[in-house]
């Protein structure tokens, strides 16, 4: 995919004076929710003021530990007479915090703080982070206040493209920004031969079972079944063992689907499902292999970057964000896995059976690269010092 689109320096920023607001729904574990950590946490040690507008979560206490300050507002109201609401009151706290600029990250809050934002005359930032749609329109409209900022960051060039095909006219106000991971700590030497050991002991594996990870919610856009048939049309006679690793969100009717799929196709006794793993990087460490066969075009997709920045060789859908990430070569080329046509357990089956023909070596060279990629350009330092450039840009 061509790179058309603008993407900020990572170099330093100097935040001293400033107080920048962030306006997020909730505070739990999503990826909008953790850049607004991140975010926070950067905006600080640039010597910056940290403020957060939320109904609150699970991350709040991180980011006040950072230094950052979290003030309660209903922003994850979809009701209009609340949104309403809810431009008086950030403008309020926008002018009582003495805030230089604000960054919304979900559309129902991003409507409230653009007017906000107009009635302050407050240098206003949005950030895309999910799927563009392109209908039904009111949907459109409504998505719209994510591409309305002075400047609109998209997590991808792929997400860029689809902005700019549903939203022609936000085209000179993008720029490119994708998710980051800490890389530090997937490094794989932080993990020992006995902690890689305990971790397969508690998914019933041994240590000489090739292990692929599939680091996904367990939901049928992310194409857990499609993986199983792939695994069923294997060549190779080396059979490996899948671990299912993600929270099905009480999708049970899909879960009782896959381990019938399995049975079916002989691989009962090969399925591993955990559930919500809280320790991720353990997870990667003990694997060989990690594959995301999504069947829709992932908008960026950061479980990718997380399992190279782990060291792992990975099997990505061809299409979307994953073309960006995943340099699909050989090994001495710089490879770091293979892109498989999406929704095809065929094309996906082929690129397992490639990564189990190949040997430990050219596997690990594979890891390697991955890692050098990773810190290369998806560490979660180069996203939030490129954030910094887009803030420092507005403020002059």
Known sequence: MSNRFHMPSTAPVDLTGRTILQVVPQLETGGAEVTTFEMAEAIVKAGG??????????????????????????????????????????????????????????????????????????????????????????????????VRGAVSIANSHFTASRIEAVYPW????LRVIPRGCDAQALAPQNFSSADKAAKRAAWGVNDSD???LCPARVTHLKGQHVLI??????TSALKPKLVLVGSAQGREDYVAALKSQAAA????????????ETHMASAYAAAN???????????????IIEAQAAGLPVIGSDAGGYRETIKASAPADGGTGWLATINNAAALAAAI?????????????MGANGRANILENYTSAAMCNRTLNVYQELLG
């Open 353 to 365: 059976d490639a990564a189990l023909a190949m040997s430990p070596d050219a596997l690990a060279q």
């Open 265 to 276: 196709l002989g691989y009962g006794d090969r399925l591993v499902m955990t559930g919500l």
């Open 289 to 303: 292999l990690a594959i995301v066969p999504t069947i829709r075009p992932e908008p960026f997709g950061r479980t």
């Open 170 to 173: 936000a085209r000179p106000r």
């Open 229 to 234: 048939d792939a695994l069923g049309l294997l």
């Open 210 to 212: 090739f292990v692929i």
């Open 49 to 146: 003021r940290a403020v957060v507008a939320s109904q609150g979560g699970t991350l709040e206490a991180k980011i006040t530990a950072a230094g950052g300050t979290v003030i309660h507002l209903p922003v994850a109201s979809k009701n209009p007479l609340t949104m309403r609401r809810n431009v008086g009151r950030l403008a309020k706290l926008m002018r009582t915090e003495k805030i230089d600029l604000i960054h919304g990250r979900s559309r129902a809050p991003c409507w409230s703080a653009l007017f906000a934002a107009n009635r302050t005359k407050t240098p206003y930032v949005t950030t895309f982070h999910s799927t563009v749609h392109e209908k039904p329109k009111a949907k459109t409209l409504y998505n719209s206040s994510l």
